[in-house]
C-alpha cells in the first residue's frame, strides 16, 4: 500500500489504534509534490475521523526524530482535521523545523471560521492509546507521532502559565470535547 521503507509495521501500527483507511491523497498534484500524502482514518463508535501524514518523516527538518503528524475531529469535521494537518505540515516544511510535544502554532485570529480555535498544539495522543506516540514502541523509537489538537486563545495562555500537561488535566476534569472545534474555551 503505501510503506515507505525504513519503518516496516507503520501502517499495521496506525491502522490497529486509528480505524480503517478509508482514503489517500496523494502528495501529487498538478502544483507539484507537496512532500507527504494525507492518509484519512475512521473509527465508528464514537464517529471519529484521524488525518495523518505520510512522508513528513523523510523530509529535511530539525526535530528530536522524524514525525509525522495526526489530527483527530468528529467524523463531519473532517475537511478541518484535513485543514489543520496539511497547513502544519506545509509550514514545517517551509520552516525546516518540526513540532515537539507542547508546542503551539498559535495564530491569535480564529484559525477555523465561526470557532474559538485560534491554535493548534501538538501533543502525545489524548484520544488513543499510549502506544500510538511512538514507533515500533517506546523502547526503541525511529518515529513520533505528533497529534495536533485545536485550542483557543484562553487555552493558548493557561499553557503558556501552566503548561501542556496541565490544559490536557482541564480537559479531562471537565470533560471537554476536544474532537469538535465548535466549542468552547475549556478555561
Do not use: W
Amino acid at each position: 500500500m503505501l510503506e515507505n521503507q525504513p519503518f516496516p509495521g507503520l501502517f499495521e501500527h496506525l491502522e490497529q489504534r486509528l480505524g480503517s483507511v478509508q482514503k489517500v491523497e496523494s502528495a501529487r498534484s498538478d502544483q507539484g509534490n507537496r512532500g507527504y500524502d494525507l492518509a484519512f482514518y475512521r473509527v465508528d463508535e464514537p464517529p471519529i475521523t484521524t488525518v495523518v501524514t505520510n512522508g513528513l518523516r523523510f523530509q529535511s527538518i530539525t526535530s528530536m526524530l522524524p514525525e509525522e503528524l495526526v489530527c483527530s475531529l468528529r467524523s463531519d469535521q473532517l475537511h478541518i482535521a484535513h485543514y489543520l494537518v496539511d497547513s502544519i505540515a506545509s509550514l514545517i516544511i517551509r520552516n525546516k523545523q518540526g513540532m515537539e510535544y507542547g508546542s503551539i502554532f498559535d495564530n491569535r485570529q480564529p484559525i477555523i471560521e465561526e470557532t474559538e480555535i485560534t491554535a493548534v498544539i501538538a501533543h502525545t495522543s489524548p484520544l488513543f492509546d499510549e502506544a500510538l506516540n511512538l514507533f515500533p514502541d517506546s523502547n526503541t523509537p525511529t518515529l513520533q507521532i505528533i497529534s495536533l489538537v485545536p485550542i483557543t486563545a484562553f487555552e493558548v495562555d493557561f499553557v503558556q502559565k501552566e503548561g501542556a500537561d496541565m490544559l490536557f488535566e482541564v480537559f479531562h476534569l471537565n470533560r471537554t470535547n476536544i474532537l469538535d472545534v465548535r466549542r468552547h474555551s475549556a478555561v
